[in-house]
């Protein structure tokens, strides 16, 4: 008998686990118990949101409080909780309960999903990845409490802020201020700064990823015995933080969406979406009216995204900070890419450059198809697709007018980069070509 062609690699079993999780939310988003009045949402949207959910995104068809019962943002919670930690992660921790046995396969591809330097002592990384996520969420509801509490009630206002915090946590971007008024995310609390700093917190350590909060655990302080990964990713991080915000500042200060506020408040305002257009898309403002310039400074920061191994998506800050120290390389002449004393591998500017080009390439080609099949302007089509191939969930609310087939797009881009592009690539891919077969060397003029 001859062997099947397809097996069950790392990459085809992360994309396998997401998938069914989508289809899984999908079936359950559909029944009519999900829903306010009690109709069936249409499959499409149902996939939308599931999708959405899932991958930690945020891009809606429907406002999730005026369209779903208790039971449906239930389910959009609990995808939004599996998503964020990862399916894998959840069905190590329930087999490792249950006493059951993980094959190789299985192991790797679980150190890869949460960002683990290996599969060496990948159980107990696991379970404090676990504990830490149940330990910031908790946390953030409690902090959360005391402004959602004074506007809604005790009981109300204590399952607003647990849903918030994970949200946030997750790099979501999913929230209940429908019950104000539909799509307005957190634009209630623009004047308060106390909401929007717990939340921006949330967010960074939830986009900061597990192998960083474990090595800053083990060395505290101590930046200098931090891995060169931690140190890449907290210097990028902040770099995008503030720099994102300053650019946000200057262009948006005179648009219509922050000429009314104070100065304190535009100040809040650009740093809370700076933080938050890495990938949770939440939002205090009127983003359709801040201006084209500033819209640019989000698609950019929307494409890098969070870090590895952590709830956030986009092609990373990692990817950007390889990318970065190796034009600094080509500047200065030199045939190493370096950073903190080491050099990084060739692999990992090679891997970094095909990222860029696949995320890219993807958010581009995918604007400018719902552009030309919806006839919507470019920009707000760019804005959509860079929101949804990072993961981010910011809207210039375009995605609840998409027709089906833009809407089946938005889906892929959002499961693509929940995923990563080349994780599904490789999971698509045959058998690896080792390169043992190498062609002459011929000059080319570049430049």
């Known amino acids: 008998m001859q062997k099947p062609k397809f097996k069950l690699s790392g990459a085809r079993l992360i994309c396998l686990s997401f998938a069914l999780l989508v289809l899984f939310g999908t079936v359950l988003l559909c029944l009519p118990q999900a829903t306010r009045t009690g109709q069936t949402t249409s499959l499409i949207d149902a996939l939308l949101t599931a999708t959405s959910a899932s991958c930690v995104t945020g891009l809606i068809a429907f406002d999730t409080y005026t369209h779903f019962t208790l039971f449906g943002q239930l389910v959009i919670l609990l995808l939004i909780q599996i998503g964020g930690v990862g399916i894998l992660t959840l069905a190590v921790m329930l087999a490792s309960a249950l006493g059951a046995r993980l094959g190789m396969l299985q192991i790797y591809a679980l150190a890869d999903s949460v960002g683990a330097a290996g599969p060496a002592g990948i159980f107990r990384y696991v379970r404090r990845v676990f504990l830490g996520v149940f330990a910031f969420e908790m946390i953030g509801t409690i902090l959360l409490l005391p402004p959602f509490v004074l506007r809604f009630g005790a009981v109300r206002g204590a399952y ?120 949770a898309g939440f939002s205090t403002l009127d983003l359709s009216r801040i201006g084209g310039s500033a819209q640019l400074v989000m698609m950019c920061l929307m494409l890098v995204g969070g870090s590895p191994g952590s709830t956030a998506g986009g092609m990373k800050t990692t990817t950007l900070a390889v990318l970065a120290l190796f034009f600094r390389s080509i500047v200065r002449g030199k045939n190493d890419t370096e950073a903190f004393g080491r050099r990084l591998p060739a692999a990992a500017v090679r891997t970094a450059t095909a990222i860029f080009v696949l995320y890219l390439s993807l958010a581009l080609s995918a604007g400018a198809l719902i552009c030309a099949v919806e006839g919507a302007p470019l920009i707000d089509a760019l804005f959509e697709t860079f929101s949804a191939v990072a993961t981010v969930g910011l809207s210039l609310s375009l995605t609840p007018r998409l027709c089906a087939f833009s809407k089946f797009l938005i889906v892929l881009l959002m499961y693509i980069g929940r995923v990563g592009g080349l994780t599904v690539l490789f999971s698509l891919a045959g058998k690896k070509d080792g390169g043992a077969c190498r062609y002459p060397e011929e000059q080319i003029a570049v430049g």
């Open 160 to 279: 607003f802020a647990l849903f918030h915090a994970v949200s946030a946590f997750c790099n979501a971007g999913f929230d209940l201020m429908g019950a104000e008024a539909p799509f307005v995310s957190l634009s209630p609390f623009a004047g308060d700064f106390y909401l929007q700093a717990v939340t921006a917190l949330l967010i960074v350590l939830g986009g900061l990823g597990f192998f960083v909060w474990s090595d800053i655990g083990q060395h505290r302080l101590r930046f200098a015995k931090y891995a060169l990964h931690t140190k890449l990713v907290l210097a990028t991080s902040a770099v995008l933080i503030f720099g994102g915000a300053l650019l946000f500042f200057g262009f948006a200060n005179s648009s219509p969406a922050l000429s009314s506020l104070s100065v304190g408040e535009k100040i809040s305002a650009s740093l809370f979406q700076s933080v938050s257009a890495r990938t």
